[in-house]
Each structure stands twice: as structure tokens, then as C-alpha cells.
């Protein structure tokens, strides 16, 4: 092979090289990069089919049944079951368009919130509880206790990626010691309204602390 030619090699390795390395920035920011933030209903909304419990902390997960970046969400939730289920009424409420069939929302995520003990799991129609607690991205946990808002946000660390976040440790705080330094966190995940969520490969299971 000639000088000419290898430095052309050479240089068809330097451009693919910089062309990957700019696509997993490209998807490092996207899975870092939260949901719009809106306006949580601070007390709970009358209109609404569901009753906060009286007894314990009513725990609502609103979810796109079709969001993969929601999967983690799921697991999260599972965790938090597992050691302060005793503690919560959980409820996930999975997203269902007008016109859309069972098959739309009867997915894994669904089977998945179905296996957690002590969750409730139910089709919002219409996305009409999303619309009255004022929720908008897949993944939004709202913590209720008597009716008043205490938390709102995500309770994982970026999309589709399960670990400690910010959100997760301010829900456990409030349940232990009934404060937490901050009553909301960033949510990653796709928008309730999106009919075909973006599919997000999970290279791990984590992300470091400080891009929470």
C-alpha cells in the first residue's frame, strides 16, 4: 500500500472515529436531557376517579405504555414497594389515546407494574387523570399525602437507566423522616402524548452522581 493511500486510510478511520464518538455524545445528552417540566396539581383534584388514601401516602406513576426509557421507572418502583409498601398506596396509570385498543397499553410495562405487590395498575383514558394532576412525561411519580402534593418528579438517574437519583432519595426521605430538601427532580422520559416514543438503547444500568 502506497503513502497516499494509507494516509487515506488513515483518514477514513479519524472521520469514523469522530462520527461515533459524536453519536454517543448525541445519545449521552438525549438520555441526560429531562422532560418539560409543568405544573403539578398541588392538592388533589376533584374531578379525579382515583381517592387518596387515608391512611399512608398515595403514590402515583403516570407511564406510556410504549416508553422504553419508562422500563427503569418501573424497576425503581418495584424497590421502592419492596421496602416501604407498607407505607403507600401505589398506583401506575399507563397513558391510552382515545380510539386506542387493549393491545396498545397491555405491554410488558404493564405485566411489569402488574407483578408489584401492593400497586394498583389502571388504563387512563384519554390520558384524563394525566390532564387533571397535570402530568405530561412518562415516568412523573406525584406524592400525595392527606390530599397535598409533597413530591413530583422522576425516580431514576437519565432515561431507561436505573440507579440512585435524586428523586428516589427525596420519596425515601419523606416517607422516613417526613421532609426532604427539595420536592421535585428532573423526569426522563418520553411525552405522554407521543403515539411512537423514541426507542433508547441502554448501554448500563448507571449513570454517575453528579449528572443527576
Known amino acids: 500500500m502506497g503513502r497516499a493511500s494509507q494516509k487515506t486510510v488513515l483518514a477514513l478511520c479519524a472521520v469514523w472515529a469522530l462520527a461515533v464518538a459524536a453519536g454517543f455524545v448525541a445519545l449521552w445528552k438525549y438520555k441526560l436531557t429531562p422532560g418539560p417540566e409543568t405544573a403539578v396539581a398541588t392538592s388533589w383534584p376533584r374531578p379525579s376517579k382515583l381517592r387518596a388514601a387515608g ?3 398515595t403514590l402515583l406513576l403516570f407511564a406510556h405504555p410504549q ?4 422500563r427503569a421507572t418501573i424497576s425503581e418502583l418495584a424497590g421502592l414497594m419492596a421496602h416501604y409498601g407498607d407505607r403507600l398506596d401505589a398506583w401506575v396509570l399507563f397513558d391510552a ?5 387493549a393491545e ?46 409533597l413530591f413530583h418528579g422522576g425516580i431514576t438517574p437519565a432515561r431507561g437507566h436505573e440507579g440512585n437519583s435524586f428523586g428516589r432519595e427525596r420519596i425515601v426521605s419523606l416517607l422516613t ?16 402524548s407521543e403515539q411512537e416514543p423514541v426507542r433508547v438503547a441502554n448501554a448500563d444500568h448507571t449513570v454517575p452522581r453528579g449528572n443527576q
Open 177 to 192: 423522616t417526613g421532609k426532604a430538601d427539595r420536592a421535585e427532580a428532573p423526569v426522563f422520559g418520553c411525552a405522554l
Open 55 to 57: 391512611d399512608r401516602d
Open 104 to 149: 396498545f397499553t397491555r405491554t410488558d410495562l404493564w405485566s411489569s407494574a402488574e407483578r408489584i405487590a401492593g400497586v394498583h395498575v389502571l388504563r387512563d383514558e384519554g390520558g384524563a387523570e394525566a390532564a387533571r394532576f397535570g402530568i405530561s412525561t412518562s415516568g412523573t411519580v406525584a406524592l400525595y399525602r392527606a390530599g397535598k402534593l
Open 67 to 70: 416508553c422504553a426509557c419508562t
Open 97 to 101: 389515546p382515545a380510539g386506542a385498543g
